[in-house]
């Protein structure tokens, strides 16, 4: 079983940065694959970032890769850092545990958060 508590949402504006973070219990996590994926009302999750376990391997959706970092520490904990944010980033960002298959999709992945409201005012 994992349980994991997202952290680090907020109200800015364009162009400022948030640091999310993932905070995960459970021993599986340091051999876990993990993602970040964001929701806005009446649309599906959509794929944000992956990172392997090891940290070494990292894949970004096209519309954030330059901006947002993934990484993790070896304290079960994984960070999203949102950079030069912009209106279109406002969702609720969600971490999860990835299981296999395709990992843009969010039925590939097991356990969820409860998610961290991002608002980004122009």
């Known amino acids: 079983q994992v349980q994991l508590v997202e952290s680090g949402g907020g109200l800015v504006q364009a162009g400022d940065s948030l640091r999310l973070s993932c905070a995960a219990s459970g021993r599986s996590f340091s051999a876990a694959v993990m993602g970040w994926f964001r929701q806005t009302p009446g649309k599906e999750r959509e794929f944000v970032a992956l990172i392997g376990w090891s940290g070494d391997s990292t894949y970004y959706a096209d519309s954030v890769r330059g901006r947002f970092t993934i990484s993790r520490d070896n304290a079960n904990t994984m960070y999203l850092q949102l950079n030069s944010l912009k209106p279109e980033d406002t969702a609720v960002y969600y971490c999860?545990?990835?299981?296999?298959?395709?990992?843009?999709?969010?039925?590939?992945?097991?356990?969820w958060g409860q998610g961290t409201q991002v608002t980004v005012s122009s």
């Open positions: 999860a545990r990835y299981r296999g298959g395709s990992y843009k999709y969010s039925s590939s992945y097991d356990f």
